[in-house]
Each structure stands twice: as structure tokens, then as C-alpha cells.
């Protein structure tokens, strides 16, 4: 495995993929990030937009916390903008959806991903949800059973679950990693090899320059993790007369 791996993330949309979610009177709309919804609209609006289309994580080596939550090459994005006429209060919630359904069957799964996930209003300063913070990720496993508020067909994975009014711009990152924690790093000990593998005696093994003795080879497995977002909104209190 080489080590010089970092974890990407795959954009599979050229052009950003906008979300609405139309707020009617006491109707819930929900949309996946791999989707739109829309309609005719008279008391505002929540949209979502997102930089990319799907979180994909792919053969990457086990990193620390503090690596994870201090690279930059590892974030999603996305930005909700509301705009609400008069009271209209709504609440929505945001959620993992598809979460590693695309590789169910690999090396890779919720037990082996943690992410940071944290939010601000209006540019303001950052809050940090799901029990993550500046300096601890969590495994998206242990978020398996935070259902929606709102939303009530989120049944797992949410992360923000709140209520908002007026014009507001709410952006939101995420950031996941392949997380050191657990024993996902293999480590195999071989006795009388080669430091190179094409030599297979320790005559051949020495006159070739190289060096005979015990071995230590770390693996980390191979495999792909992905997982997208969604959206659930509902008006909760309408004063406007």
C-alpha cells in the first residue's frame, strides 16, 4: 500500500447541484443530493447546494484525529440559503443518506469512517455538530440511530436537526477520513526474506545488494466508502396573515 495516499473527493457533477426544497403550508418535501425538487412557492424557500455530488473515500491510509480534522483536502461543502416572507418559522433536518451502498461488501464501512462535521451562520463562527469538535471526529456508525426531527422518514445518520426564519445563509462542511482507531491496519512479520521479494535465497539476496533478515510489512485495506446528503424541511409556525 502506498503511504503517500490521501483521501479524495470524487466530484461526479461538472455543473453544482442546487437542491430546493419548497416550503408549503405544513407539507414536508425531502430531496437527496442526487436530486431536485421544486414548485410554485408563496412563502419562501430553502435550498441547498452542494459542491459535490457524492463523499467518496477510496483506498486511503488510517489517519489520527487530529490529521483528519487538520487536512484540507478531505472536505465537502454545501451552503442552504433560506429566504422566508414575515414569521414563517422552518425546520429541517440534514442527514447522511446511502450511506456505503455503493460497496456494501468491502474492506471499508462505517466502523472504519469518522468525519467532522460543523456549520456557519451568516459567516459567523463555527458550530460543530453530530458530537464532533476542533479536535474529535466520530464514527459515522455511532450515528446510525439519530433519526430526523422533522424529517420523519430520516430514520438514521442525521447531523443537524433546527429551525430557521428570514434570509439566512447557512453553510456546512464535512470532513471524513479513514480513522487510525481501530485495528485496520494489518501488519504481517515474515522470517528469512529479502528486503527485495524477487530474491528468493540469501546467496542471490546479498550479492544482489540487498538485505537478508526478518521482514515487517503494514497493509491498510483497500476498499471504497462513500455517502451523500439530504434535506428534509417542513414549516413548523406560520403568523403571516
Known amino acids: 500500500m502506498d503511504n503517500k495516499k490521501v483521501l479524495m473527493i470524487s466530484i461526479f457533477a461538472v455543473i453544482l447541484l442546487v437542491v430546493i426544497i419548497i416550503i408549503m403550508s405544513y407539507q414536508m418535501l425531502t430531496a437527496n443530493l442526487s436530486g431536485s425538487g421544486e414548485g410554485k412557492i408563496n412563502t419562501g424557500t430553502v435550498s441547498l447546494k452542494c459542491n459535490?455530488?457524492?463523499?467518496?473515500?477510496?483506498?486511503?491510509?488510517?489517519?489520527?484525529?487530529?490529521k483528519g480534522i487538520a487536512s484540507d483536502n478531505n472536505v465537502a461543502s454545501c451552503e442552504l440559503v433560506s429566504t422566508?416572507?414575515?414569521?414563517?418559522?422552518?425546520?429541517?433536518?440534514?442527514?447522511?443518506?446511502?450511506v456505503d451502498e455503493e460497496t456494501p461488501n468491502d474492506n471499508l464501512s462505517a466502523n472504519?469512517?469518522?468525519?467532522?462535521?460543523?456549520?456557519?451562520?451568516?459567516?459567523?463562527?463555527?458550530?460543530?455538530?453530530?458530537?464532533?469538535?476542533?479536535?474529535?471526529?466520530?464514527?459515522?456508525?455511532?450515528?446510525?440511530?439519530?433519526?430526523?426531527k422533522y424529517d420523519k422518514s430520516i430514520l438514521g445518520y442525521n447531523i443537524d436537526s433546527v429551525t430557521i426564519s428570514g434570509n439566512h445563509k447557512v453553510?456546512?462542511?464535512i470532513k471524513a477520513w479513514v480513522t487510525n482507531d481501530k485495528k485496520v491496519i494489518k501488519t504481517t512479520n515474515e522470517k528469512e526474506v529479502c528486503s527485495n521479494s524477487?530474491?528468493?535465497?540469501?546467496?542471490?539476496?546479498?550479492?544482489?545488494?540487498?538485505?537478508?533478515?526478518?521482514?515487517k510489512t503494514t497493509s491498510t485495506p483497500d476498499g471504497t466508502f462513500s455517502f451523500k446528503l439530504k434535506i428534509g424541511a417542513t414549516q413548523v409556525l406560520n403568523n403571516v396573515n
Open 198 to 215: 524477487k530474491y528468493k535465497t540469501e546467496e542471490e539476496c546479498k550479492a544482489n545488494g540487498e538485505v537478508w533478515g526478518n521482514k
Open 84 to 98: 422566508m416572507e414575515g414569521e414563517m418559522i422552518v425546520g429541517y433536518d440534514i442527514a447522511l443518506t446511502e
Open 112 to 148: 472504519d469512517i469518522k468525519i467532522d462535521v460543523y456549520k456557519s451562520i451568516d459567516n459567523g463562527e463555527l458550530i460543530y455538530l453530530a458530537g464532533t469538535s476542533s479536535t474529535k471526529g466520530v464514527f459515522i456508525n455511532d450515528l446510525l440511530n439519530n433519526k430526523g
Open 52 to 66: 459535490e455530488k457524492t463523499f467518496n473515500i477510496k483506498d486511503a491510509t488510517p489517519i489520527s484525529d487530529a
Open 171 to 173: 453553510n456546512y462542511y
